[in-house]
């Protein structure tokens, strides 16, 4: 086969991962619902899993502070092997449920969290030690799988099944089934962080500016926001302290750097509700 006949196969069954995905809508929901449950309440999202599932997981995590201006521990991953396994494979691992059980322990899991334990295609002993030991500290428990013959465990409030079907390399999980994964993590997250009122439309309004290039994100984001000129929303930025959510409510509002942080936080950050108040 040529290169050229190879890549259209592969992205014949890439699309399959995003059709998969989407006939687990219903349960995707469910799954968000439960997130923003354990949010509400102060508690936390933990994904477990090993190799290539494990790795998205920590990926998916670590991409929540920066974007929305979370913790670092309110979206954490865990996976078999620990760190080192995050950049060299640590095949061995996956096969320890003590190994699961004991992360858990570690993360003092209780019942305002949430644990979403990740395994492509069969039970993978980390993770089923991970979820048994969620379950008997009380938290809310989901396990998300490519696997098609796979039921929802007794341990498990929920399961989630984004059937991908075999590999065009046979047995290569992170092709299409990591996809899939990566397509479910990025739902899950970011639906929750919409329904927690860190977005305003389709903006990034919690965005830290912890670098030159979010720096310039923020401005961005307050000048598409409020209609302002380049140079205005720059001004109003700074003005904010660097908080878009807050200069725009400056303007929508008409008040203050400490007024509008008042009212955000009235409003648990939710932009509309805010300038809404200060509106009627």
């Not at 979820?131 to 396990?143: D, F």
Request: charge should be positive; proline fraction near 5%.
């Amino acid at each position: 086969m040529s290169v050229r006949g190879i890549l259209r196969l592969m992205d014949a069954e890439d699309a399959k991962a995003v059709r998969a995905v989407a006939r687990e809508s219903a349960a995707v929901e469910r799954a968000i619902r439960a997130a923003v449950k354990a949010f509400q309440a102060g508690g936390r999202l933990i994904y477990a899993g090993a190799g290539t599932s494990g790795r998205l997981g920590v990926l998916d995590a670590s991409e929540c502070p920066p974007t929305f201006s979370v913790p670092h521990t309110m979206v954490q991953g865990i996976m078999a092997g620990g760190r080192a396994a995050l950049v060299r494979s640590k095949e061995g691992a996956e096969d320890r449920p003590e190994d699961g059980a004991r992360a858990i322990r570690a993360k003092r899991v209780g019942p305002k969290d949430m644990v979403l334990g990740i395994t492509a295609v069969g039970m993978t002993p980390f993770v089923v030690g991970a979820l048994k030991e969620a379950k008997r500290g009380g938290a809310a428990v989901w396990l998300l799988t490519c696997n098609r013959e796979a039921k929802r465990p007794p341990y498990a409030d929920g399961i989630i099944r984004s059937v991908t079907g075999p590999e065009v390399l046979t047995g290569s999980t992170r092709l299409k089934a990591g996809t899939a994964t990566k397509l479910v993590l990025n739902r899950i997250t970011t639906v929750s962080m919409v329904l927690l009122g860190k977005v305003y439309g389709n903006l990034m309004v919690d965005v830290a500016p912890n670098s030159r290039k979010l720096v310039a994100r923020g401005k961005r984001i307050v000048q598409e926001a409020t209609g302002l000129p380049p140079g205005e929303a720059a001004r109003l930025y700074a003005r904010s302290g660097g908080n878009p959510k807050a200069a725009i409510v400056m303007v929508g509002a008409g008040c203050s750097r400490v007024e509008a942080k008042r009212l955000l936080e009235r409003h648990e950050g939710r932009i509309r509700e805010a300038m809404k108040e200060r509106n009627r």
